[in-house]
């Protein structure tokens, strides 16, 4: 796989809709080429925010309607080039040929989700407009411990939500039934935030409020395969600090 043809599957990739070979073959890819390793990476995160950053709305039919036309349109668009394509390049395989049709229709699926989103969006917006002041999200680092020196993530509160995401790159897949779980502390003392699903290396999970009163956020590997209840009972593998929180002082 070339750079260039990542780069075409990235998108797709990062949503899950690319087929096991394909999936297979790009993380083979961005194991060896760090460039499009951090292109996955920078584009995972967008693709975890997608649930939180709209309200859950029914779409109409005509939305359903323009989504299929525009389907069917590209199909027929790209399937004429494509035989021109075949012609040239007798020595592509069958799937290689399949595999390309099926990004195109992904792709069309995904700028026509995008789309639709930002027509659910215009009532949020306008709320916003009405207050006179920007979406503002608020984001606080996480670095890797000695446990996993090189993981990093980041803790996001997304305040017209009222909703934080975190999410933490570079984590290797879990054995048995352990799991990743997320901390808040307040003077040492944690507070858990749920499980952490995995995906490619890249933990996610999110929570409704905000950080205020709590000085850091941490993740742990835990035994599973339920969350730990009152602290962790695993190793911390990443931790960050609420540096711009309003966390009361501790006793000491």
Not at 206 to 233: H, N, W
Not at 236 to 246: C, K, M
Request: with cysteine.
């Amino acid at each position: 796989m070339t750079c260039q043809e990542c780069e075409e599957l990235a998108a797709a990739y990062v949503l899950d809709a690319v087929t096991l070979a394909e999936r297979e073959t790009i993380e083979e890819h961005i194991l060896a080429c760090p460039d499009c390793e951090r292109a996955v990476s920078e584009l995972q995160p967008v693709a975890n925010l997608l649930p939180v950053s709209v309200p859950a709305v029914s779409p109409s039919p005509l939305v359903k309607e323009y989504i299929l036309a525009n389907v069917q349109a590209d199909a027929l668009s790209y399937r004429r080039p494509q035989q021109a394509q075949q012609q040239q390049r007798r020595g592509r395989t069958q799937w290689r040929q399949w595999s390309r049709q099926l990004v195109a229709v992904a792709a069309v699926l995904v700028f026509a989700l995008i789309a639709s989103l930002a027509a659910w969006n215009i009532s949020l917006q306008q709320r916003i407009a009405s207050l006179n002041t920007p979406p503002v999200s608020i984001s606080y680092a996480l670095k890797g411990t000695s446990n996993i020196p090189d993981a990093s993530g980041q803790l996001v509160y997304l305040p017209k939500l009222n909703v934080t995401v975190l999410t933490v790159h570079g984590l290797p897949q879990t054995n048995g039934s352990h799991v990743y779980q997320g901390w808040l502390l307040h003077c040492k003392q944690p507070t858990s935030v749920g499980l952490l699903t995995l995906q490619n290396g890249v933990a996610t999970g999110s929570f409704p409020g905000d950080v205020k009163g709590y000085d850091a956020a941490a993740v742990s590997l835990e035994p599973g395969p339920a969350a730990s209840v009152s602290a962790p009972k695993g190793a911390i593998v990443a931790l960050g600090a609420l540096t711009s929180s309003t966390a009361t002082g501790c006793t000491q």
